[in-house]
């Protein structure tokens, strides 16, 4: 069966430091990746996806992830975090013959100024 | 969360009632979706639907109905039977490949009176 993990519930950092959110996956053959962010009381909001190709894959708000085959991981990172990045951050999988998106339990991402 | 819509907002359910959640989407996508959100539990699948008149269960389905009768609306039934309906529901729509982005909508928050 597919499994995502989140292995931190919380990440500190300082603004203008760069931040990292690790995702590890477990699928069992070619993973679609996905990374969502959510704010306090609203919907998910799609930042970045891994299908094929470029294991390093840009999304908005500066946010890029790369994906590593041998690690089965797709860490979300940003050169430099802004007060603004503070929220919710989840981790999704889907593979080539799976039925649905399983989603990690998510990282909350607190950037202090 | 452009193109989903979501009502109400705020939705309070009393004792042996049931109550539905609405779920809208002008994207034209094919497939919809209904999750639960619960602190520290990340996103649970309730139902999808990949096309009209069709839908399957997630991995929480007891005590929730759906109906799919037309391409844009996807509303979920929480019915008596769900014992602990105090939740985060969020509606999701996206086209059929599996590599496809979900998007979702605002969300609706449940609460027990």
């Known amino acids: 069966a597919q499994s995502v993990a989140q292995p931190e519930d919380q990440v500190n950092v300082a603004e203008g430091n760069p931040l990292t959110v690790k995702c590890t996956y477990s699928?069992?053959?070619?993973?679609?990746l996905f990374w969502y962010v959510q704010y306090p009381n609203r919907g998910l909001q799609f930042l970045l996806k891994y299908i094929t190709g470029d294991n390093l894959v840009k999304g908005s708000y500066g946010f890029e992830a790369e994906f590593n085959k041998s690690q089965t991981s797709f860490h979300l990172k940003k050169p430099s975090a802004l007060v603004s990045d503070s929220a919710l951050y989840f981790c999704?999988?889907?593979?080539?013959?799976?039925?649905?998106?399983?989603f990690g339990a998510g990282t909350i991402l607190r950037v202090k100024s | 969360d452009g193109g989903i819509t979501q009502s109400p907002k705020y939705l309070f359910r009393k004792e042996g009632q049931n109550v539905t959640l609405s779920c809208e989407q002008n994207l034209n996508h094919d497939a919809m979706y209904w999750y639960r959100q619960d602190p520290g539990q990340g996103l649970r699948l309730i139902y999808y639907s990949q096309i009209v008149n069709d839908f399957q269960k997630g991995d929480i389905a007891e005590g929730y109905s759906v109906s799919r009768e037309k391409k844009e609306s996807f509303p979920l039934t929480v019915t008596s039977a769900q014992k602990n309906p105090t939740a985060f529901y969020l509606c999701?729509?996206?086209?059929?490949?599996?590599?496809?982005?979900?998007?979702f909508g605002p969300g609706t928050r449940l609460l027990v009176l």
């Open positions: 999701a729509s996206s086209w059929r490949r599996r590599e496809e982005t979900q998007y």
């Open positions: 699928v069992s053959g070619n993973p679609y």
């Open positions: 999704a999988v889907n593979w080539e013959y799976g039925n649905k998106l399983v």
